[in-house]
């Protein structure tokens, strides 16, 4: 499968983005489509993920003010940001996981002004 991400810009405190990341190639809805982030001088971490039958998981830093979904007919994967803070600045990468192997996408990146 390969991973094209879209979206990133930079945008003030408060304000919103949205996130894409269009599969090719490979079974979308097979896979576990997730976004994480990384951030200068730290690791990447989780941000959100969405299993093939639609169950969502958040990090605790995101709950409230995220939202990954997908959409089986474009193969496609979003994620929906508000609310968003100047510790949200990193670049995003979307990933699909499938049988404990993942695959990764080129990152786009976030910046929030305070």
């Known amino acids: 499968v390969q991973l094209q991400a879209s979206g990133g810009g930079l945008v003030q405190a408060g304000g919103s983005l949205r996130l894409s990341c269009a599969a090719s190639?490979?079974?979308?809805?097979?896979?576990?489509m997730g976004w994480y982030r990384q951030a200068p001088g730290k690791q990447r971490e989780l941000v959100a993920e969405?299993?093939?039958?639609?169950?969502?998981n958040y990090a605790d830093f995101v709950k409230g003010r995220f939202t990954i979904s997908r959409d089986y007919a474009k193969k496609t994967v979003y994620l929906q940001m508000d609310s968003l803070k100047p510790e949200d600045t990193a670049v995003y990468y979307c990933?699909?996981?499938?049988?404990?192997?993942?695959?990764w996408g080129q990152g786009t990146q976030v910046t929030v002004s305070s």
């Open positions: 969405v299993t093939s039958g639609g169950t969502t």
């Open positions: 990933a699909a996981t499938s049988r404990l192997v993942t695959k």
């Open positions: 190639g490979g079974t979308f809805s097979s896979y576990v």
